[in-house]
């Protein structure tokens, strides 16, 4: 049976059956027995690996997805089981060396790489898949990529976790910061179903241990849990692995134990050419996607079936663009569809289009200008592999976000069009996409789990791509000078009230500490945690008592 294999992106794996014993036991984790075929099956393994400047690799393995960012650490260490973490850790302790966690390398600030870093721990080759019969819950490494864990999930078993789109974004930071996707109006974000987190903590002695956390009540370390479901990553230890399992379900068969995707889903991608709108037009189109998704996005909503991202782009890049999709086995699905899309460009009158150019992350998709049905991993794949973000490697970027509850005032609107067409600048890598929300990732309380963000509607991603280091000044400025104006009325930053509702951490925005930048009252701890940030200090203190886990935006000791 599947149920005591493991799939990773480079090999197989029998581990669920050494692994269901230890992992069993909670609390502190015992090191887990080896695979006993690890070696003889032909399967990779390799002690904790140095890398330095002096070998021909390290150039690659000192950045991530944003190439803004390029470290210089004395070596980088990877790893390939999560039993040679704590070493590797209790080695940087030992020898006072500032250390930082790479998983999947999506971290869009400098949180990974900077100067100050010395040893960087690479995660990237724990990327274990399996079922896990001692939890009754399936096991996902810290560097396991998405589009494998949907693909191991549901081809196998048949169910899914809600995460994000982008394929090569690994579970690591992805799960802690809150991941969302396609899928989150109706089943919820992926901390949902964390059942629970192995972590790589740090005492006030300086000895390294390794703590199991569990939603379980009556679970001494659920605080650590309930940080990790959503207060970010970097902030507490090194989480190797997580667990997922539906809150309530119950038995051993995994088929049940977590949710199933749409069969199929309709995918639609259309487009409105800038030549042909005007003020108006793109503040009405904005704000029908706003008002659409603030009149249809409560728990349990029919409408929940359908997910959409609407891309303003800047004027030169040709076409705003549109992405939907709907589960295709609603009652109605087509019906819903259309009348999506015709009150997305109601007023507007400009007929829409293939989309025939880049926008924001993702490349042309002429082939979908109309709705075509797809299986549901076949349209996942589809829309994770066209994302060109992933596959171009001397991307630079800059990010910004926010979260909004209500339609957008005409201020907002007014600044919103202003920056899209400014003629001063040449910008087709800069864009604002609002993405829709709300649904099922509402139903919990905000201080259900650390991310607090449970009252929202639809979302907003400032994102600009470009490839020269000469236009470095320019896209930065303009993200900055969007965000500052769009939010003028709170201090330049979305600061939570009835309208906007903070930040989002997983889109990390280290202007937000800086008070030329951020003017308001609310600092930036609290646009991305709310009024749960108090307790993941507590969480912090507990477990990261030196603050040995540290970034530019990491929990700060109480």
């Known amino acids: 049976m599947h149920d005591s294999k493991g799939i990773g992106r480079r090999r197989l794996f029998t581990t669920a059956a050494a692994l269901g014993g230890t992992a069993a036991m909670g609390g502190v984790l015992a090191r887990p ?72 390398g999506h971290c869009l600030e400098d949180w990974v790489f900077n ?45 899914t976790v809600p995460g994000g789109i982008c394929h090569s974004v690994a579970a690591g930071g992805h799960v802690s910061g809150g991941g969302w996707g396609l899928l989150c109006r109706q089943l919820g974000l992926i901390i949902d179903y964390l059942h629970a987190v192995e972590v790589v903590v740090v005492g006030a002695d300086g000895r390294v241990r390794t703590v199991v956390a569990t939603n379980d009540p009556n679970d001494p370390h659920r605080e650590l849990w309930w940080a990790h479901a959503g207060g970010g990553g970097g902030n507490f230890g090194v989480v190797t692995r997580y667990w997922f399992r539906t809150p309530g379900a119950t038995g051993s068969d995994p088929r049940k134990l977590l949710p199933k995707p749409p069969r199929e889903v309709y995918l639609v991608a ?135 509850r209500a339609a957008f005032p005409d201020r907002q609107l007014a600044a919103l069009y202003k920056h899209l067409t400014r003629t001063d600048v040449t910008l087709p890598g800069a864009s604002i996409t609002l ?57 330049g930053v979305p600061v939570p009230n009835a309208v906007t509702d903070g930040c989002y951490v997983n889109y990390p925005d280290n202007d937000l500490n800086d008070p030329a930048y951020n003017t308001s009252s609310t600092p930036w701890y609290k646009l991305y945690y709310k009024d ?9 203190k507990k477990y990261d008592p030196t603050d040995f886990f540290r970034h530019a935006q990491s929990i700060r000791l109480p």
């Open 33 to 104: 027995a080896a695979a006993e075929d690890a070696t003889t099956a032909g399967v990779r393994s390799f002690a904790p690996v140095k890398v330095t400047s002096a070998d021909a690799q390290y150039g690659e393995l000192v950045h991530g997805m944003n190439r803004r960012y390029v470290g210089n650490p004395e070596a980088v260490h990877i790893v390939d089981d999560v039993s040679q973490v704590a070493g590797v850790v209790q080695a940087a302790v030992t020898a006072g060396k500032r250390l930082t966690v790479r998983s999947g």
């Open 115 to 159: 100067p100050q870093v010395q040893v960087v721990l690479d995660l990237s080759m724990l990327d274990k898949v399996y079922y896990d019969p001692g939890r009754c819950a399936f096991a996902v490494e810290t560097g396991a990529q998405l589009l494998d864990v949907y693909a191991l999930l549901y081809q196998v078993y048949g169910v």
């Open 270 to 404: 259309q487009a409105w050419p800038w030549e042909s709108m005007t003020e108006a037009k793109v503040s009405r189109l904005a704000q029908n996607y706003a008002r659409w998704f603030t009149a249809h996005s409560a728990p349990g909503a029919p409408e929940l079936a359908l997910a959409s991202f609407l891309v303003l782009t800047h004027k030169s890049a040709g076409q705003i663009a549109m992405v939907t999709q709907v589960d295709a086995t609603v009652p109605d699905a087509r019906r819903m569809l259309d009348d999506y899309r015709a009150a997305i460009g109601e007023g507007v009158d400009v007929p829409t289009e293939a989309v025939t150019r880049p926008f924001a992350e993702f490349g042309p998709m002429a082939a979908y200008a109309e709705p075509r049905r797809l299986p549901w991993l076949e349209a996942t794949r589809y829309l994770a592999l066209t994302n060109t973000n992933l596959t171009d490697p001397t991307f630079r970027q800059e990010y910004k976000s926010s979260y909004m």
């Open 435 to 491: 993405s829709s929300y709300g649904g099922e990732v509402n139903r919990p309380a905000p201080s259900a789990t650390g991310y607090p963000h449970r009252e929202s509607f639809f979302k907003m991603m400032w994102m600009s791509l470009w490839n020269d280091p000469a236009e470095d000044a320019a896209y930065v400025a303009w993200n900055r000078q969007c965000y500052a104006e769009v939010y003028a009325d709170t201090g």
């Open 532 to 540: 749960n940030y108090a307790r993941l200090q507590q969480v912090k």
